[in-house]
């Protein structure tokens, strides 16, 4: 959808930028980039420096960035539902009719923001103000810069070939951040290939219980 949407939108100076949280690296991504054939640039962030700055806890999420480098909103999800919980079937990875109508319904509503951002610019109903945008900011903790610590740290022992040493870091950083979705899928990748998109992430979906995986989107200011 963000080619589509860059396409249809470049001549007016709007661009997107797409980042890969993936501690896999180049290795791990890059034959998805060269598969989507993306005309935008397309970056790999293995030390999710991104997340970090942004407060990105999972994927897809998205941050709109004026001329001027002002977050004209910050990180929230980018045109997508919980609808996956329990409309896709887990054996056959296929949606039901009304998870498709209900992430169509999602997405488009996004995409008609961003297009009307990107023609009506500041005078958009959808452009916070700056002090709208700095109340939605992301609040990050000093449980949370820990979590990125050791992150990091079991990142790098990982790449080293210590994976034995790495492992109580990795876990460390799920314990202290239990809300970024993207420690847990890369550190359960780290330690076990296929883990990401196995049991452990279906347990912890349904563990949420009445809690969204992805917090809606609220559009207006």
């Known amino acids: 959808m963000w080619q589509a949407l860059y396409d249809e939108l470049k001549a007016r100076n709007f661009i997107v930028i797409s980042v890969a949280l993936d501690s896999g690296g180049p290795a791990k991504t890059e034959q998805w980039i060269r598969v989507a054939k993306a005309t935008y640039p397309s970056l790999i962030d293995e030390r999710h420096a991104t997340a970090e700055l942004y407060g990105v806890v999972n994927v897809s999420s998205a941050v709109w960035i004026d001329e001027a480098g002002r977050i004209v909103r910050p990180t929230e999800t980018a045109g997508t539902s919980d609808a996956f919980r329990t409309e896709l079937d887990r054996t056959t990875k296929q949606m039901s009719a009304p998870g498709m109508a209900e992430r169509e319904r999602v997405r488009g509503a996004y995409l008609n ?18 002090a709208g945008a700095r109340r939605r900011l ?56 296929g883990k990401a ?12 219980g009445d809690r969204p995986y992805y917090p809606p989107t609220v559009l207006e200011p």
Request: no cysteine.
């Open 113 to 130: 923001a961003l297009r009307d951002w990107a023609v009506s610019g500041p005078a958009s109903p959808y452009a916070l103000s700056p």
């Open 138 to 193: 992301p609040l990050q903790s000093e449980e949370h810069a820990l979590a990125a610590a050791n992150f990091r740290l079991g990142q790098y022992l990982h790449a080293r070939g210590h994976a034995q040493d790495a492992s109580p870091y990795l876990a460390e950083a799920r314990r202290l951040h239990p809300e970024s979705w993207s420690y847990r899928r890369q550190t359960w990748e780290l330690e076990e290939p």
């Open 197 to 208: 998109g196995g049991a452990a992430f279906w347990a912890a979906v349904d563990a949420l």
